[in-house]
């Protein structure tokens, strides 16, 4: 049986794309941890009004963490992710900061 060129170039296409699809989903490139970890924390901005006061804390402590990992990282991308952990950490904050104001009202 004689092999066509274009067969064997599409079963090697074929193979070599899964290839990629098994070491994508073995993490060989996902992202990295502090990337995960920043994307789960900053991805609740929208509703942080929703969250209680200790998981406003929570999120805050670590935004902390996040700061302290993304510091050690290359300068362009430590300039773009410090600026975006300390947004978040701020939102947060603010949030926190406003209902301790309303719930002290509340008391009073």
């Known amino acids: 049986m004689k092999r066509k060129p274009a067969m064997v170039c599409s079963l ?3 193979i070599t794309a899964l290839l990629l699809c098994v070491s994508l989903q073995n993490g060989v490139c996902a992202d990295p941890p502090w ?3 920043f994307d789960e924390t900053c991805a609740n901005t929208s509703s942080a009004m929703d969250f209680s006061e200790l998981e ?6 670590r935004c ?3 700061q302290k990992a993304i510091e050690q990282l290359d300068e362009t991308t430590r ?5 975006r ?3 978040c950490k701020n939102l947060y904050q603010f949030v926190l900061d406003s209902k301790k104001r309303t719930s002290e009202k509340i008391t009073q």
């Open 12 to 14: 090697v296409i074929l």
């Open 35 to 37: 990337r995960v970890e």
């Open 56 to 61: 406003l804390q929570a999120l805050i402590t």
């Open 64 to 66: 902390e963490k996040l």
């Open 79 to 83: 300039k773009v992710f410090l600026k």
């Open 85 to 87: 952990i300390l947004m």
